[in-house]
């Protein structure tokens, strides 16, 4: 029902910009969803108002910057790839299963690889899981090895084990997210709280915040 629902409201969207509602919300509010009738009338107005909000926008900004920043295109849509793997039931601290998710993305059956160079960095890494036992290299440490310590796909798995430094000495790291991770992931959940309770508030459902509340939240927020 929610994946149905994204799809849905993400067809809605991009009829709102191709009558460029952005431009003028009132119009935009008259030329409703052809698909919708008169009783979602008022849900159409609803996202009209939420895809002006500045908060949308700058979100809206921020995904097309993080999507630049790709090497390569892929399937993943807004859901990153450690999160894809779960979805297979996958877990982000096994020895293998990783490359294969990397595959599923980057890979059509109809229209093969999404990019160029992708089939030969995919067969190095299958080189190097032929050649070491998960036990000696895991699928994390080789993708680190062919993407690059600091590639985007890398981004959620966590660290790996075993790795070395600029002298050659091993490195041994805790197989879990960096803090830069850690607040990356934080910064988004509190984006997706902050958009949930924005609806919320527009709709009734929870009071609005009073002046003397947000300033002692202020307050807080500053002493800490």
């Known amino acids: 029902m929610r994946k149905a629902w994204k799809t849905h409201k993400y067809k809605l969207h991009l009829y709102f910009k191709s009558i460029r509602g952005g431009n003028d919300i009132e119009m935009a ?7 919708l009738n008169d009783d979602q009338q008022k849900d159409w107005e609803f996202l009209c108002d ?3 909000t500045k ?12 999507q630049a920043k790709r090497k390569w295109p892929s399937k993943n849509g807004p859901v ?3 999160r894809h793997h779960i979805r297979r039931g996958m877990t982000l601290t096994s020895s293998t299963g ?8 980057h890979f059509d059956e109809k229209n093969g690889w999404s ?8 067969d190095d890494m299958m080189t190097l899981r032929e050649n070491f036992t998960p036990e000696e290299k895991s699928d994390k440490q080789i993708m680190e090895r062919v993407l690059g310590r600091h590639s985007v796909y890398l981004r959620g798995w966590g660290r790996c084990a075993g790795t070395t430094d600029n002298s050659g000495h091993p490195v041994i790291e805790p197989n879990q997210p960096s803090y830069q991770e850690l607040l990356q992931n934080f910064n988004d959940t509190n984006t997706r709280l902050n958009e949930v309770v924005n609806i919320l508030r527009q709709n009734n459902i929870m009071p609005q915040t009073s002046p003397t509340n947000e300033a002692s939240d202020a307050d ?3 002493d800490s």
């Open 29 to 35: 509010k008259k030329k409703r969803f052809p698909d």
């Open 50 to 52: 939420f895809w002006s």
């Open 55 to 66: 908060y949308f926008k700058e979100r809206a900004k921020k995904n097309s910057e993080n």
């Open 80 to 82: 990153s790839t450690p």
């Open 98 to 105: 990783q490359i294969e998710t990397w595959r599923l993305q």
């Open 115 to 122: 990019g160029p160079d992708l089939e030969d960095l995919y």
């Open 220 to 222: 807080a927020n500053s």
